[in-house]
C-alpha cells in the first residue's frame, strides 16, 4: 500500500503530523510528543509577524518572500530550524548543528516542551535578525570551496535535515553531479521532481549517475 502523502494545510501539522511515515495520523506520531512545544514555537514565529505556510510537510515560516524558519518533530527532540543560519549572530552559542556535516550552527533542538517559552526571548532575536536580512536581501558569503547549489536544492535540503547531512557528506564530485543534474532541468517542477529522486542515492552516499 502507498504511504501517506506530507500534508500540504499547516493546520494538519499539529493536528496529524508531517505526512512522512507510517506514524502519520496515530498516536505514536511525534508531533504528539511535542504538541505544547511545537505550539509555542508556532506562536511566537506568528508573533514576530511571520506568514505561516506548509512546505516540505513541515509548518514553514515566511518574511519578504523568503523562507526564515521550519518546524519539526523527532523521535527524540523537536526543533525550529533556520534558514541562512550563517548570517545570525549567536553569541551565546544557542545554535547548535543539525548533523556533524551540516556546515554551519542552524537549528534549536529542544527536549523539553517547556524549553521554548524558556527561550522566548532569543527565539525573538533570531526571527528579528532573519527578518531584518530578509527586507535586506543580505545573503551569507559564499565559502570558496562551496559549491554553488541551485535554490531549490538548499531548500530541500534546509527542510530535510537527514538529506541535507548526507549530501555534505559526500564527496565534492558527488555533490557536483547532483547539482550538474539539477541544474540540467529547465522547469522547477522538474528540478523539485529530480531532488525527490536523487534523495535514495544521496542518503545512500551515491553520485548521480551512479548505479
Not at 545573503?139 to 536544492?153: F, G, H, S, V, W
Amino acid at each position: 500500500m502507498p504511504g501517506p502523502a506530507m500534508i500540504t494545510e499547516v493546520e494538519d501539522f499539529f493536528a496529524l503530523g508531517c505526512g512522512r511515515c507510517a506514524r502519520f495520523a496515530t498516536p505514536d506520531c511525534s508531533t504528539r510528543f511535542w504538541l505544547p512545544g511545537l505550539l509555542t514555537l508556532r506562536a511566537l514565529c506568528r508573533e514576530a509577524g511571520l506568514s505561516e505556510v506548509a512546505k516540505w510537510g513541515h509548518p514553514v515560516y515566511m518574511h519578504a518572500g523568503r523562507n526564515i524558519a521550519i518546524l519539526g518533530a523527532f523521535r527524540g527532540d523537536f526543533r525550529l530550524t533556520f534558514f541562512y543560519s550563517a548570517l545570525l549572530s549567536d553569541p551565546n552559542g544557542l545554535l547548535e548543528r543539525q548533523g556533524p556535516n551540516t556546515r554551519h550552527p542552524d537549528c534549536l533542538r529542544f527536549t523539553d516542551n517547556a524549553a521554548p517559552q524558556a527561550m522566548a526571548p532569543a527565539i525573538r532575536d533570531f526571527l528579528a535578525q532573519c527578518m531584518t536580512h530578509a527586507v535586506a536581501g543580505t545573503l551569507p558569503p559564499k565559502d570558496q570551496t562551496e559549491l554553488d547549489l541551485p535554490a531549490e536544492l538548499v531548500e530541500a535540503l534546509d527542510a530535510d535535515p537527514e538529506l541535507a547531512e548526507a549530501f555534505h557528506a559526500l564527496t565534492p564530485g558527488r555533490q557536483k553531479s547532483h547539482v550538474l543534474q539539477v541544474n540540467g532541468a529547465k522547469t522547477l517542477a522538474t528540478k523539485q521532481a529530480r531532488i525527490a529522486r536523487a534523495r535514495p542515492k544521496i542518503l545512500a552516499g551515491k553520485g548521480a549517475t551512479e548505479r
